[in-house]
């Protein structure tokens, strides 16, 4: 058997109760790598937990921005998320598995604690 390819997706999103501070502008920061760890955390329970939970490989945050004009306790997300495609599997239906995150998140306003 051959090994199934990797593929990628991406998510971006808004936190509204993380305050942005230049300390997430830095990797290498504590801050950083914490709410990275934390952001990870979340994003994987959430997809392990759906649709393309069998086929999921797990997320990685990769930067925190402040959007300016927008109000500074929000801090955004981008994080690259990878599955396997598996022969066996659907095809990722995006537009689907945003619904069906929309409904594990209370309208895409709870992601975790």
């Known amino acids: 058997t051959t090994a199934a390819a990797l593929e990628h997706f991406t998510i971006n ?7 942005y501070t230049s300390d997430l502008d ?4 504590a801050k950083f790598r914490a709410t990275r760890r934390v952001m ?9 937990g759906s649709s393309i939970g069998p086929v999921f490989q797990g997320c990685e ?7 300016p004009g927008s109000h500074r306790d929000e801090t955004r ?11 066996w599997a659907a095809p990722l239906d ?17 992601l975790g604690p």
């Open 13 to 19: 999103f808004t936190i509204t109760n993380l305050r």
């Open 26 to 29: 830095n990797p290498d920061s």
């Open 40 to 48: 990870n955390t979340l994003l994987d329970r959430l997809l392990k």
């Open 61 to 67: 945050t990769t930067d925190f921005r402040y959007e």
């Open 77 to 87: 997300v981008d994080a690259v998320c990878t599955y396997s495609k598996e022969p």
């Open 94 to 110: 995006r537009v689907g598995l945003y619904h069906e995150v929309s409904n594990k998140t209370r309208g895409i306003t709870q």
